[in-house]
């Protein structure tokens, strides 16, 4: 176990460490100075709080010792005088390297007093049991800092993975878009060619059945007599039944067609939209925020246009059944 001599000894090898390093920096090395001054600053305020909180107290309950108890607070409060003064002062400047040289010697002051004063007075005035209660309160609060220190470090690398992952998922998003928005005039060209295909097909179908039906009325009129006559004007009937519905389905097709070449111009200029405001943006708030918005954007669209598609299905359907009916009606009426 260490002793209370061990302690008052070993204690500023860790700052000694740190004013070494400090000295030797240059003006033009400023972040190197603000990381060494922060890491100085955070072990000489430990020190003497340490002091402080568990040596000074058992230290006062003997009164041969309050003196030096008093100079040792004093010389804490030159310390921390000291470490205000130098946090506001310019890294870059000759100012800061003459005062951290004052603070070093205010500091190994301090500790040639606590050897040469502190640490007799100390062994001479205190029971082995109460050094050793010291003893054993300062490193358990040390144990506790550094514990700390080490829960917040890995916090911090947690932290810088999280975001190094999010930054990815936003990348991969980001290049989604992108490549969506660049396939968007592909996919317009082949809706458009996919939607007039089917015109075609569908004004196909009907030249089809309507050759199919003047073949049947062929066949029929070498069957001769009464029966062939109503054969063959039935299948007129029909043939210009359906005639007039595939034209009406054709004409509906065609107007469909257009529909998707709209929707999907629409959607690839709202990829574009999108995308140029990722672009735009400067933090990743605000680039999530605009995928977000590029995200809904484009689900209300697929809803529209869904609906849109449904509604342009239903009504062509609907007028090539009235226009059937109607020509079927005008049929019958004829041959009544």
Do not use: Y
């Not at 568990?54 to 010389?75: G, I, Q, S, T, Y």
């Not at 490193?139 to 999280?162: H, P």
């Not at 936003?170 to 007039?196: L, S």
């Amino acid at each position: 176990m260490t002793t209370i001599r061990q302690l008052i000894q070993t204690s500023p090898a860790r700052a000694n460490e740190l004013f070494a390093k400090l000295v030797d920096t240059s003006e033009n090395a400023v972040k190197t100075r603000e990381k060494l001054f922060a890491e100085l600053k955070e072990e000489l305020e430990l020190l003497a709080s340490l002091e402080e909180q568990h040596l000074f107290p058992v230290l006062r309950k003997h009164k041969d010792l309050k003196d030096l108890v008093r100079e040792a607070l004093n010389d804490n409060k030159a310390t921390r005088k000291l470490l205000t003064e130098l946090d506001h002062t310019p890294k870059e400047s000759e100012e800061f390297a003459t005062r951290v040289a004052e603070l070093r010697r205010v500091f190994q002051q301090h500790v040639r007093d606590d050897k040469k004063e502190l640490l007799p007075a100390v062994l001479k005035a205190l029971s082995d049991e109460e050094a050793e209660a010291v003893v054993e309160r300062i490193e358990a609060e040390k144990a506790e800092i550094e514990e700390a220190k080490r829960a917040e470090a890995e916090e911090r690398r947690a932290e810088v993975r999280r975001e190094r992952e999010e930054a990815k998922r936003v990348q991969q998003a980001a290049e989604t878009v992108v490549n969506t928005a660049w396939a968007a005039p592909r996919t317009a060209q082949q809706a458009a060619t996919a939607a007039q295909e089917v015109a075609r097909s569908g004004a196909g179908a009907g030249a089809e059945v309507a050759r199919r039906m003047t073949e049947q009325v062929t066949e029929v009129s070498g069957a001769g007599g009464q029966r062939t006559q109503q054969l063959t004007e039935r299948a007129t009937q029909n043939l210009q039944a359906v005639t007039q519905s595939s034209a009406v389905l054709a004409r509906g097709i065609q107007e469909a067609s257009g529909e998707c070449l709209e929707m999907v111009q629409e959607r690839m200029q709202k990829n574009l939209d999108g995308v140029n405001a990722l672009f735009r943006c400067r933090s990743l708030p605000e680039f999530l925020e605009a995928q977000s918005s590029l995200m809904r954007d484009n689900l209300e669209l697929t809803l529209a246009n869904s609906r849109r598609i449904a509604e342009l299905s239903a009504r062509v359907a609907e007028t090539a059944a009235r226009a059937a009916t109607a020509e079927a009606n005008r049929s019958a009426g004829r041959a009544a």
